[in-house]
């Protein structure tokens, strides 16, 4: 039987949570599973500016980042349903979060500090781990996001296996709770 027999994709699919969560690797292999569009924000907001995340941080600090990326974000929200994989300071925006809560199905990736520093330390394209460690870093942006991304409409742990996994729980959930999505059920798996 499949896992994919009560879903019915009518919005788009928001992966929301800190860097390295995993947003991007797990919502490119969601969207194939699904037969949906995938995008990256931050992606998206390279292509608007011409500039890479650090560079438009370094240029015009993050306020001005994260006003691009609540007009990508809003953009993206148009049109057919699709896979969003979002930066992880998106979903503290109050305005973006509404918008995602709003016309999309959040997800909130969470994982372990360990987990993400360890994936985080693969790539140096992440502007607010730069001044410093960033276990203690990460470990901060965890108490402080945490609260906002309680208010995903679902939860799926991120840990350290393979990401096939994690999108595995993710359809499960969206199984279990088909048609219930808009009560804004949080379920952890």
Known sequence: MSLLKNITVDRSIVL?????????????????????????????????ACMSVAEIFESFGEN?????????????????????????GAFINEETRRLILEQGLSIWLDADI???????????????LRNGDPKVIL????????????????????GDGPHEDVVGDIIKVMNKFSGKLSDNI???I
């Not at 001005?64 to 992880?88: C, H, N, Q, S, Y």
Request: proline content about 3%; charged content about 35%; cysteine-free.
């Open 64 to 88: 001005e980042f994260r006003a691009g990326e609540r007009r990508v974000i809003g953009r993206l929200m148009d049109g057919f349903p699709k896979i969003i994989a979002t930066g992880g």
């Open 16 to 48: 929301v949570g800190l860097m390295g969560a995993g947003k991007t690797t797990v919502g490119r292999r969601l969207a194939k599973k699904l037969k949906l569009e995938f995008v990256d924000s931050d992606h998206e907001i390279e292509k608007a």
């Open 186 to 188: 949080m379920k952890v």
């Open 114 to 128: 360990d987990v993400l520093v360890e994936r985080t330390a693969r790539r140096d394209t992440r502007p607010l």
């Open 139 to 158: 470990t901060d942006l965890a108490k402080k996001r945490a609260p906002f991304y309680a208010q995903a409409d679902l939860k799926v742990y991120s």
